[in-house]
């Protein structure tokens, strides 16, 4: 569990994170979103026990990172936007110094016997990382951020500036990771979180402008919920739901398909309406706008709201 209550960040006259609140739980990976100067590694590196905050609180494990920074960051794996990384070392020695630091003698061996795997190291386990490529270099950060296998994950950009071969290898761990871990990655790329995320916080100038699952935050952005649904023959009953706008329809492979815009959930009153007329209800779930699309929204309504009570 990763929770903040309340945070705020305040720099002489900038105020760089301003009452930020979420959980994120264990099993799930959270996208903080936001563009550049966001406030999004401020938000981090409170949560890693770097800085120490001007008001609230956070939660690592349990642990009240402020309260107990060191047992805090026995539960927490980090890893910055730049991967802290001494260019003298190799691969293997770099990491068995961490290990070192950080897991008793007894788990060392077989902690570091599985980063090497894990995180696709062997082949540059002796290599110094002075000579790494920017994506082995970040395979490294992130070896070294769980090589005491911790309950929670907390990651500052962690595909920044990767190719889109290794885009792909560290999403694929990073998932595989999320059976068992709380996870936060920060990110001003809206396809990460698109491809990442369970569920995700729009930050803008330091304020959490919105937070959900995609679903939610488009009805939040656009006051409507979007309905995918496929029948197995026409379907002309759903025309007649009051509230209910079909945008869309298509017939595939033997199904006929409707995009579907309402205002409030109408997903009993078309399961009614289909029982009536004996049509049979193959899908029936929720979609998302597009997240640029929703992102651009609700950045542009917030300061629209700041404009208003200047």
């Given amino acids: ?19 930020v609140s979420f959980l994120v739980r264990p099993g799930e990976i959270m996208g ?18 770097q800085i120490v905050p001007t008001k609230g609180e956070a939660y690592v494990a349990g ?10 960051r026995r539960n927490l794996g980090f890893l910055p936007e730049t991967a802290p990384l001494y260019d003298a070392m190799e691969v293997g020695e770099y990491l068995s110094f961490v290990a070192e630091a950080r897991i ?3 788990n060392r061996r077989e902690r570091l016997s599985w980063v090497r795997e894990t995180c696709g190291l062997d082949e540059v386990w002796f290599t110094p990382l002075s000579q790494l490529s920017k994506g082995y270099r970040q395979r490294v950060g992130l070896a070294q951020a769980l090589i005491h296998d911790p309950p929670c994950l907390i990651l500052d950009e962690p595909t920044s500036g990767l190719d889109p071969l ?12 999320a059976r068992e871990k709380a996870i936060i990655f920060s990110t001003h790329i809206l396809q990460e979180v698109e491809a990442l995320a369970d569920w995700v916080s729009i930050v803008n100038e330091g304020r959490i402008v919105a937070q959900g699952r995609f679903s939610e935050l488009a009805k939040e952005a656009f006051g409507e919920e979007i309905l995918s649904l496929c029948t197995d023959k026409p379907f002309e009953g759903v025309k007649k739901i ?3 706008k079909v945008e869309d329809f298509r017939k ?16 009993k009153e078309i399961m009614k309406e289909a029982c009536r007329e004996g049509v049979n209800i193959i899908s029936l779930e929720r979609e998302s706008e597009d997240l640029e699309k929703i992102f651009l929204s609700l950045i542009a309504r917030q300061k629209e709201g700041k404009n208003v009570g200047a």
Wanted: proline residues 6%; contains cysteine; aromatic residues 4%.
């Fill in 242 to 244: 009051a509230g209910l």
């Fill in 166 to 177: 290794q885009i792909i290898e560290i999403r694929r761990l990073i998932k595989d990771l």
């Fill in 63 to 72: 642990v009240n990172v402020v309260e107990n920074p060191e047992l805090a």
């Fill in 104 to 106: 008793s003698p007894q």
């Fill in 32 to 49: 903080l979103l936001g563009p550049n100067g966001a406030g999004k590694t401020t938000i981090l590196k409170i949560l890693a026990t």
């Fill in 1 to 19: 569990m990763i929770e903040a209550r309340g945070l705020t960040m305040v720099y002489g006259p900038v105020i760089a994170a301003e009452e």
């Fill in 252 to 267: 595939e492979e033997g199904r006929y398909c409707y995009r579907l815009r309402s205002k409030e959930p109408k997903e």
